[in-house]
Every structure is written in structure tokens, then in C-alpha cells.
């Protein structure tokens, strides 16, 4: 389902993520758990990676930016559904830029192809999520555009909670 590389202005080329990218993925994610403050959540291991994104019938995909040959960037996505839309939409999990890599165009780069598969794709939206307090990704997404979804409120079941729900008997 992921597109062939698409090359940016030179140098920065977008491509699919392969197995052979589990450790750079996995660095990528902690960058980013360090920059959100949670790497103490990262749970992530090599096995979990090549589960979910390179195993026989994935469900999310990603990709990796690259400035020349050097990694700067990754983005993990899949694909949701709307029923009001009757639409597949494209959900970014994680965009991340390392901090050294920045403003020379990569996160731009990312979501031009993650928008371009959207497109390719049939899909109705475009979504993700942002922390409040993350005021240069918020900046940045308002320059594309972007809407934030105020009327919303995100929940999550994680971990005993869950697990509670899943062993409930049914009502």
C-alpha cells in the first residue's frame, strides 16, 4: 500500500519503512517519547515493530525521511474509517524531525506524502493528534491549515483499565 519514494527538493527523499529500519524506527520513537516527555512509556521492542508494520497483513505503514543518505525523519500511519463519511481517512500516529534536522523542510515533506497517499487512497480526512502545550507543532500545523478538533474529547483504555473491559461480562 505505501507509495514509491517520492523525492523532495534535493536531497530529501520520502520511503517506505522496511525491516531492515527497526532500530531507526525504534530510535525515532524514543526521540520523540524524550521530546514528549514520556520515554518511561515506550514499550516498543524489535518484535513488536516487525509484528505490526512488516508482518504478513500489516495494518499501519511507515515511512522514513532522508536528507542524502542520513535518516532525519519517520512518520507511522494507518488507515480508519468514517461512517458519516462512508470514507477510509489517514491517521498519522507519529511524526517526528530530530531536533538537528528541523526547518529545512523534512515534517512539511512528510505530510505532503502522507496527504498524497491520502488522496491516492480515497480517503476523506487527514487526522492526528498534538500535545497542548506543543506550540511549535501547533504553529507549524496551523500554517498548513490544519483545524483543530476542539468539539472533541480524545479517551483511552490502557493496560489493567482495559483489560478490566475486555473481562467484563457482557451487559
Known amino acids: 500500500m505505501p507509495l ?3 523525492p523532495m527538493t534535493a536531497p530529501l527523499t520520502i520511503r517506505p519503512a522496511t525491516i531492515d529500519d527497526t532500530d531507526l524506527i525504534l530510535h525515532f520513537v524514543r526521540e520523540l517519547a524524550i521530546y514528549e516527555k514520556a520515554e518511561h512509556e515506550v514499550l ?10 512488516f508482518g504478513a497483513n500489516p495494518k499501519v505503514f511507515g515511512l522514513i525521511c532522508l536528507d542524502g543518505d542520513t ?3 519517520f512518520a507511522v500511519y494507518f488507515f480508519n474509517y468514517s461512517t458519516w463519511q462512508g470514507q477510509h481517512g489517514l491517521y498519522l500516529e507519529d511524526l517526528y524531525v530530530s531536533p538537528e534536522q528541523r526547518g529545512k523542510g523534512a515534517g512539511k515533506a512528510l505530510l505532503q506524502h502522507l496527504a498524497r497517499i491520502a488522496v491516492e487512497q480515497d480517503c476523506g480526512r487527514f487526522e492526528w493528534s ?3 502545550w506543543n506550540t511549535p507543532s501547533i504553529a507549524f500545523y496551523d500554517s498548513l491549515d490544519a483545524k483543530p478538533q476542539s468539539e472533541w474529547i480524545r479517551y ?5 483499565a482495559l483489560h478490566a473491559l ?3 461480562p457482557a451487559a
Open 4 to 6: 514509491e519514494p517520492l
Open 44 to 53: 516498543a521492542t524489535p518484535a513488536h515493530v516487525h509484528r505490526t508494520l
Open 71 to 73: 535518516p532525519v525523519g
Open 130 to 132: 498534538v500535545l497542548d
Open 156 to 160: 483511552r483504555l490502557t493496560g489493567t
Open 166 to 168: 475486555a473481562a467484563s
